[in-house]
């Protein structure tokens, strides 16, 4: 699938439906109260009635056949929360030289108007784009919103998930040895069942900052409840590392650039229903599928750099806001399916 970029002035932009879990945190003023909530959204039936109506949507639809790719992605998902393919199983192998142009085209606008100092994950950290804007006849708009993710993302959390938005990055060495932020063990708190999916850009070698995940750590995982902590502010916090480095210590480690194809999927793969640490050092051109509740690290950079677009998907109960916005002339070209995934009303 191929589309050119073009530059046509932005159209009107379609309104954008809110998580609600973010109005409902508002409006708990205290720590406690939110920390009390919080532990509500980890019960199961609450958390299915909170999504009740994109659950009950998902029978609702009539969806494509699942492809063969698809299908096994999925199963992947379930049994590990993490799943690999190919750029070219989804796409023209062209196709991805035309979204490594888009990056780097946002990469260079990036340079040329960020003076700020580094901080924070900045400190290692390049967001080179973030807040895109869905428009017709748009590379990057078109495999940003490939229906098949969101098929996947569908049937591995078993609703109609919704999309959160997309993130350009460019992850390089850092000042200092030690590990921080998102370089360290940890869950991503927004939500507890989250599909996010990685391509490298660029060719991530075992110096370049490559994700490490811990399969069977997802929430159906027999490690799905190992070290799920709501911190006192009520959103999940950070588990102690030194813990979950004795965690990580028993279990196998696996590089991902030692397996064959054949390995890295289904009951082939080494880690198949056996709790396991992936060091995810792979070409570019790999899609990374990953249930981000799990744990997991990356974009440690030891020696040159890692440059990686990742898609999130999550349920109807996300705590971050939506960071896109859609034009009407897409929005109008969306089917119902994806409408709902992107929050946007019915026709």
Known sequence: MEVA???????????????????????????????????????????????????????????PAISTVEKRVIDDLKSNGIAFADFSEFFSANFFNVIQDCFY???????RNNTSAKSGKGAYLDTVHKAHTFIKNDSASAYLSEPAFAHIASQYMSMIPRFVGSSFWHTRVATGCDRIYSQLW???????MLVKIFLYITDVGPQEGYLEYVTGSHGRGPLGQKFDRIGSDGYRAYPNNMEVDKLVAKLPVIKLNT??????????????????VIQCIAPKATLIFADTFGLHRGGFVQEGHRDMIMITYSTHFNIHKPHFSVSQGFANELNPFMRMAFGISAK
């Open 5 to 63: 970029t073009v530059n046509s002035p932005l159209e009107k932009l379609v309104s954008l439906q809110e998580f609600p879990q973010i109005k409902r945190r508002r409006a708990l003023r205290f720590d406690f109260l939110r920390t009390c909530y919080a532990r509500l959204t980890n019960n199961n039936i609450a958390f299915k009635k909170m999504n009740r109506t994109y659950i009950d949507a998902l029978n609702e639809i009539t969806l």
């Open 105 to 111: 085209t946002y990469q260079a606008e990036f340079n």
């Open 186 to 192: 940890h869950r991503d708190y927004n939500d507890r």
């Open 259 to 276: 397996l064959n194809s054949t390995q890295k999927n289904g009951h082939s793969a080494p880690w198949s229903n056996k709790p396991s």
